[in-house]
């Protein structure tokens, strides 16, 4: 089976390097955000990649055109597999992100976010803005339009996301909890297999392995649950 499974490290530099030791490169992902890329910077995603793993540097990166054109070219530059800017930067942002790709014979795949799985609808409102499928429509056709691979989206978008935009526009579903699992802070949730059903094509599986006494253990049940 592909590789499907993303573990995001949000830990310290000296607890992701202990946790990424003890997981296996052949069944999961690693994705690097802004607290460990803060705290340890490229040397830790160089580091992981020398253990064989593929790498998310997951900085969703939303600013003017240029800066975030020379952001992607730099993330290309350190050989990650995947990185992501938001959609919600618009038109102009999303296409100076892909054109930044233009010069790679192996570009990562590029990204955009949606709106995160921890808004609900009352939370959407907080910023000006209402009915949240409609706010996740309109951003992945802009990012399908601009010519990105994909999307971050909830598992429960992801099913009008491949009939809207085609089986090969490519879906990231964090908020992945298992059965019984505790929701932390997020709104929209789904178990691993439920968001294979829908078609997600990578699932973000943090606490429930990263929080586990048996982190090992608990990727190698998801693992096989997936399978």
Same mark, same amino acid.
């Given at each position: 089976?592909?590789?499907?499974?993303?573990?995001?490290?949000?830990?310290?530099?000296?607890?992701?390097?202990?946790?990424?030791?003890?997981? *296996?490169?052949?069944?999961?992902?690693?994705?690097?955000?802004? !607290?460990?890329?803060?705290?340890?910077?490229? =040397?830790?995603?160089?580091?992981? /990649? !020398? /253990?064989?793993? *593929?790498?998310?540097?997951?900085? =969703?990166?939303?600013?003017?055109?240029?800066?975030?054109?020379?952001?992607?070219?730099?993330?290309?530059?350190? #050989?990650?597999?995947?990185?992501?800017?938001?959609?919600?930067? #618009?038109?102009?942002?999303?296409?100076?992100?892909?054109?930044?790709?233009?010069?790679?014979?192996?570009?990562?795949?590029?990204?955009?976010?949606?709106?995160?799985?921890?808004?609900? +609808?009352?939370?959407?409102?907080?910023?000006?803005?209402?009915?949240?499928?409609? /706010?996740?429509?309109?951003?992945?056709?802009?990012?399908?339009?601009? #010519?990105?691979?994909?999307?971050?989206?909830?598992?429960?978008?992801? =099913?009008?996301?491949?009939?809207?935009?085609?089986?090969?526009?490519?879906?990231?579903?964090?908020?992945?909890?298992?059965?019984?699992?505790?929701?932390?802070?997020?709104?929209?949730?789904?178990?691993?297999? +439920?968001?294979?059903?829908?078609?997600?094509?990578?699932?973000?599986?943090?606490?429930?392995?990263?929080?586990?006494?048996?982190?090992?253990?608990?990727?190698?049940?998801?693992?096989? +649950?997936?399978?």
């Amino acid at each position: 089976m592909e590789n499907k499974i993303i573990i995001p490290l949000d830990l310290d530099g000296k607890e992701a390097s202990e946790l990424a030791k003890t997981l *296996d490169p052949k069944i999961c992902r690693l994705k690097v955000g802004n !607290q460990l890329f803060t705290s340890s910077g490229p =040397k830790i995603v160089k580091e992981f /990649q !020398q /253990q064989g793993f *593929d790498i998310f540097l997951d900085l =969703k990166f939303h600013d003017i055109p240029n800066t975030v054109h020379e952001a992607v070219k730099s993330a290309a530059d350190l #050989g990650v597999w995947m990185v992501n800017v938001h959609a919600a930067g #618009g038109r102009k942002m999303l296409e100076a992100s892909r054109k930044a790709l233009e010069d790679y014979s192996n570009p990562p795949l590029l990204i955009g976010v949606t709106v995160l799985t921890s808004f609900s +609808e009352d939370s959407l409102l907080d910023i000006g803005l209402s009915n949240l499928s409609e /706010q996740v429509i309109r951003l992945t056709r802009l990012a399908k339009n601009s #010519g990105l691979d994909g999307v971050v989206c909830a598992a429960s978008d992801t =099913k009008f996301v491949k009939t809207e935009f085609g089986k090969d526009f490519l879906t990231v579903t964090p908020g992945i909890r298992p059965s019984g699992s505790r929701l932390d802070d997020q709104s929209r949730v789904s178990t691993p297999l +439920e968001a294979i059903r829908n078609g997600s094509d990578y699932l973000v599986i943090g606490r429930p392995i990263t929080g586990s006494s048996e982190p090992k253990k608990a990727l190698e049940e998801i693992y096989k +649950e997936i399978s």
